[in-house]
Nanobody, 120 residues
Framework: QVQLVESGGGLVRPGGSLTLSCVAS????????MGWYRQTPAKQRELVAT???????NYGDSVKGRFTISRDNAKNTVYLQMNSLDTEDTAVYYC??????????????WGQGTQVTVSS
């Protein structure tokens, strides 16, 4: 079993910045991709950014150029640096990790989420 714990959310003014962190623990040796998704009551869960174990990144169109995802494999941690935040970025941000189960099936793991609120 893998556990993901997010931190770094909070209240920020439009145009400000925040950095989120997600630490993975447990049976983490099988993890290969990690990422961030966000969700509001009015929307389905939305891709923010993903990063492979080798460092290849992918971003959702709404955050491209403003957000940066990175990972530190030695610390089992993935980060999301968010710049030029807008009110539309307000959401609960969830950390995601993909790995293999005991039968080598693909398994998705999710954190409990951290609230990001952008407001003046």
């Amino acid at each position: 079993q893998v556990q993901l714990v997010e931190s770094g959310g909070g209240l920020v003014r439009p145009g400000g910045s925040l950095t989120l962190s997600c630490v993975a623990s447990g049976s983490i040796s099988s993890l290969y991709d990690m990422g961030w998704y966000r969700q509001t009551p009015a929307k389905q869960r939305e891709l923010v950014a993903t990063i492979t174990n080798g460092g290849s990144t992918n971003y959702g169109d709404s955050v491209k150029g403003r957000f940066t995802i990175s990972r530190d494999n030695a610390k089992n941690t993935v980060y999301l640096q968010m710049n030029s935040l807008d009110t539309e970025d307000t959401a609960v941000y969830y950390c995601n990790a993909r790995g293999y189960g005991l039968a080598f099936e693909v398994v998705n793991y999710w954190g409990q989420g951290t609230q990001v609120t952008v407001s003046s």
